[in-house]
Each structure stands twice: as C-alpha cells, then as structure tokens.
C-alpha cells in the first residue's frame, strides 16, 4: 500500500483544525507540523473554526489517478494530497490546491492576502468568496454554495450499534512506519450500517473523518489499487469481502521476545495457542466493520495530545483488513532490515486505512441541492458521547414531515396504529424512532395535530441541560418533538407506546429553561408498555414556549430512580425526553 496514516509537513496549506473539546474545559486546534497558512485564515475569519470550512479541503482539491488497468481512481482532499505531493515533497503542491486555495497563494499567503479576495468568485458559481465563507460553503468547490440545505443525516449512538448484528474478526493491523499487531475487533459491518442508514443506490463511496481533520476515502465496490480499501462489496468473483489470511509468528518479529529489533506485538489475547502459518477462521469472513471494541474491550476513546496528534481510536474505529494478505513487514524507521520480513514497500500495510475515533461518515455523492454538514455537529463532543454520524447520499425521504427518515420509521411498513387507513411512517399524528440506548423503537401517536422535529439522543448529550438534572436513570435516552397546527390553547393527548412494559415506579419530569427540572403526573401507569400525556397548548406545564400559539412543545422524561432494583430497573422501564428548542 502506498497511502499511510502519517502526518507530515506540507509547505503550503493545508488547514485540518477542528475545535476540539478535551474533559469539558480545553481547547485547541490540530495543523500539519510546520503548517502556517491556516492561522492567517483563522485571523480573518476566526468564525469559521470548528466549521467545515476549518479543514483541508477548504484549499486543497481531491484528485484522480489511472490505475495500471486504466480505471479512473477518485481520492479525497487529504490522500490526493500525500498521493500526488508525496510524503518526500517530491510532487508539485500546486497539483493539489483548488481555486481559492490558487487564489490566496497568488495574493502572498497572507492574512490580508485571505480579505484581499474577498470580493472575487474563485469557484466562479456565482457566489463571492465573502459570500460563501460566511454561509460555511467551499469558496473553491462550484458545487457547493448558499442555499443548499444540509444533507440527509442519521446519529447512531453506541447502544444503538451494539443493538445490531455485530461482526468479530481476528487480523493482523499491518504499519508502515509503527509497530505492527494482531488484533481481535468486533462491531458492525460497515454494509449493515449504511443499509441501515439507508444508502441510495446513487452512492459510490465513503469518507470516513476523524474530529482532529483526518480523513480516508473508501470505494463502496471494490477496486483494483491497492490503497482503495472498499467496504461494500465483495471481491472479483469470489463470495468473500476480503481474503482469508493466515497467522504469520515469527521469534525474530516478536517485541516480547526481541525488544531490540522485533516489529510485531503478539500479546492479543486471540493469539493464544496460534502457531506460523495457521489458517484464520473467521465467521462469515473478513469485512469492512465500524469496530465498537478491541480484544473484547471498548476502543479506547481518542485524545489529542499536546503534540497535536491523535491518541486512542475509540469510541469507533473504521478497520479493513488486508486486500492482499502478507506477513508484518519490518519499520520503514528500523536500521536493522536484516530480518526474516524486512520493510516492504508493496506489502500491505492496512493499518493506515483504518480510521480512528471515527466521527462522521460521509457517503458521496451529496444529493442535488445538498451540502456538508457542520463538522461541530461531530467533533469531539461525539467522541465524548459515543456517537457517529452517517449523512449524504441516503434515502431522504420522510412521508410524514416529521424529521425522521423513512428508513428509521419505517420498521413493519405497513403498520397502522390508530387504524386510520395511513401507514404509520405516512402518517403525520404518529412518530415511531429508534431510542438511543438500543434498536427498539418508540412509537408516539397524537389525538389532534402534526409531529415534527423529533429527535432522539442521549440523556448526556450537549443539548440536554444537565443543570438541576434528577439523579434518575434515563435507560432510553431523550427524544424531543414539536406538535404543530393545533387550535391555540388545546389540549393533545400523546400516546407513548415503548418497546416493553413501563415501571410501575417511574417518574415523569418536564424542564424547561425558565422552572428547571420538575416533576409531573403523567396517565396509564399501569405496567403495560404504553403512557399518556395531556398536553396543553400556552400551559407552562406542559408546553415549554408557554404560548398560546398553536404549537406544543414537549420536553418532558419519563425516569426510573437510579436505585431501583433490577426487577424494577430493567427493559420494562423506559426514559422519554426532550431538547429545548
């Protein structure tokens, strides 16, 4: 493989700062060692950092290469980068810079340099530079510019991905540059979840980013070149993803057994009892996964260190095994090449590709009137959180208005609860979403009214106030949810039907900014799976705007006390919330 996972100097731009958040208090940014450019930019627009303009591509351009069978290979901003510039600087930078980026060097690379262009259309789609700075779109990319709207999105919450089928497999993480290792991990395959996500049959690949700017290009089908690590689709004309492979030992290799000059750590727990050249089972084959635990554990959550590199690789990490199985190669580093498996530079070192503390999931291309989502909304607050986000090229169509995605709500499709003829993920009086702790789903229905906005999340996300929070068990998270085109000053019954039967000993909180978090009584607690709320439109009570203007919303949870007992503190209880909007 010829695209490792390194960070390297890059004389020219190459702004890969993403607002971070270390333990709620510090912050900071993540540059290229030696980068200048980006804090020029920063200056003049010190608004746009954390955004998604605060990233390589901003000035640098993806590209694209013939392979050796003469097929076109698209490569994102950050791998075009160290493909055509080089790890050595023995490529042209300017091959790898966009309008604007071409546009600014032009202009002397500096901060007044950046506002001197202000006034020009670099991308010549019609928009100043002003203009799409200020709207967070790419000055330099004529395809995205004000006016579009966020791309089709879905959170998925650790819980929610430990719900799903989960895949372990036994491999080796091959390096160019570091150590190499044989490791067990286990999580979701990357089909599983962007099938679930709902993925149009218009995507062609991923971009897997990382919350300290790195990003790694994934075909969805495979391809030739070695460096293309698909995750959808199976290899020519065999039924598997990824090859089998066999377990390489070798005494020389081992780090216990050499700490001088050995390269492979062999301490993985699955390593036991394996001798060189055994065959690796693996159960139902090797695969791209979004891997949710190592060696049996939780990924260790990712950090940056005050040397601005990322440390850790949890809460996910993107792993693809080797496309062309080899045995781990010596350190490129290493003095000493007079070993059993010297460095290799065609070898397979797919360590590189494996993305760590993955944040966010982009699936190309954007649909029509579309553009990037906010890099904050999947930062380091995600990597806090044990979140992911899946957005782009996905089915966006939502029958009933109401923020969730046909994909999410459609569940038995031709469900109908209140019998009226509309199928539930049709029906606008009726909501039914996946909760944030697991895959089952909580269904929402109103007797008068439409849903809209509604959202699912963790009870410690960002955007639920912890401030006075009761000291009370959330076991489905939060969701939160608007009811529209109600006459002012009605009441609105809400059915809630949760996946099993409520505690008979929950509790049932409202917060809203101006009383806190206060408890109220709620109906039909009588352990079967379903409760009823009794909305008025204006009462402060019960509608968090507390206007009689035709729309309520909701924030309120259903909790179970923190001491329960496990009769009493299990599946059957449930936690419904809301956001304050």
């Known amino acids: 493989m010829k695209i490792t996972r390194m960070f390297t100097w890059i004389p020219f731009w190459c702004v890969c700062s993403l607002l971070f958040l270390i333990n709620a208090t510090a912050y900071g940014a993540y540059h290229h060692e030696g980068e200048k450019d980006a804090g020029k930019f920063l200056e003049a627009y010190p608004a746009i950092t954390g955004t998604k303009l605060d990233h390589c591509a901003l000035c640098h351009s993806g590209g694209e290469y013939t392979d050796s069978k003469g097929k076109p290979v698209k490569l994102g901003s950050c791998q075009w980068c160290h493909y055509s510039y080089g790890y050595n600087g023995a490529g042209n930078i300017s091959d790898t810079i966009n309008s604007y980026g071409a546009a600014y060097k032009a202009a002397g690379r500096t901060t007044d340099a950046v506002r001197s262009i202000d006034g020009a259309d670099a991308d010549n789609d019609g928009y100043t530079n002003q203009a799409e700075i200020a709207a967070k779109t790419f000055p330099g990319d004529s395809t995205d510019h004000p006016g579009l709207v966020p791309a089709p999105y879905r959170i998925y919450t650790r819980k929610q991905l430990e719900g799903m089928n989960q895949h372990k497999q036994f491999?080796?993480?091959?390096?160019?540059?570091?150590?190499?290792?044989?490791?067990?991990?286990?999580?979701?395959?990357?089909?599983?979840?962007?099938?679930?996500?709902?993925?149009?049959?218009?995507?062609?690949?991923?971009?897997?980013?990382?919350?300290?700017?790195?990003?790694?290009?994934?075909?969805?089908?495979?391809?030739?070149?070695?460096?293309?690590?698909?995750?959808?689709?199976?290899?020519p004309d065999q039924d598997y993803q990824y090859p089998p492979a066999v377990y390489a030992y070798d005494l020389q290799a081992d780090v216990k057994e050499n700490p001088t000059d050995g390269w492979c750590d062999y301490s993985a727990p699955s390593c036991a009892g394996r001798t060189n050249g055994d065959p690796i089972p693996v159960t139902d084959g090797l695969k791209a996964i979004l891997a949710v635990k190592h060696d049996g554990a939780y990924l260790t959550p990712g950090v940056l260190t005050q040397e601005n590199k990322l440390d850790g690789e949890g809460p996910f990490r993107v792993v693809v095994p080797q496309k062309s199985p080899a045995p781990p190669d010596q350190s490129s580093k290493a003095s000493n090449q007079d070993v059993t498996w010297p460095y290799n530079y065609d070898w397979d070192h797919n360590a590189g590709a494996c993305s760590r503390s993955a944040t966010i999931i982009k699936v190309s291309p954007l649909p029509e009137g579309t553009t990037d989502i906010n890099v904050l909304e999947a930062g380091w607050s995600y990597v806090d959180q044990n979140k992911i986000i899946v957005y782009g090229a996905l089915d966006s169509i939502d029958s009933n208005a109401n923020g969730i995605l046909d994909s999410e709500e459609k569940g038995a499709a031709n469900a109908d609860y209140d019998n009226d003829g509309t199928n539930d993920y049709a029906d606008r009086d009726t909501a039914r979403f996946r909760h944030a702790n697991g895959n089952e789903h909580i269904l929402m229905h109103a007797s008068q009214g439409y849903f809209a906005d509604v959202q699912c999340v963790g009870d410690d996300d960002s955007s639920v106030s912890q401030n006075g929070k009761p000291a009370v068990t959330f076991p489905f998270g939060v969701v939160s949810f608007r009811i529209t085109d109600i006459s002012p000053g009605s009441t609105v019954t809400v059915e809630l039907v949760m996946p099993s039967n409520v505690a008979t000993n929950s509790r049932y909180y409202k917060y809203d900014s101006a009383n806190g978090w206060r408890q109220i009584s709620f109906g039909s607690n009588d352990g079967d799976a379903i409760i009823t709320l009794q909305l008025t439109d204006g009462d402060t009570a019960t509608d968090a705007d507390g206007l009689a203007n035709g729309v309520i919303v909701d924030p309120g949870a259903l909790t179970v006390p923190a001491n329960s007992s496990s009769s009493e503190n299990d599946s059957s209880s449930c936690f419904v919330s809301t956001l304050l909007f």
Do not use: F
Not at 191 to 203: H, V
Not at 204 to 210: D, Q, R, W
């Open 171 to 235: 491999m080796l993480m091959n390096t160019s540059r570091s150590g190499d290792s044989y490791d067990e991990y286990s999580g979701v395959p990357m089909k599983t979840l962007l099938d679930d996500a709902g993925i149009s049959s218009a995507a062609t690949n991923i971009t897997v980013y990382a919350p300290d700017g790195w990003s790694q290009y994934h075909p969805l089908e495979y391809e030739a070149a070695a460096e293309m690590y698909h995750v959808y689709g199976n290899m």
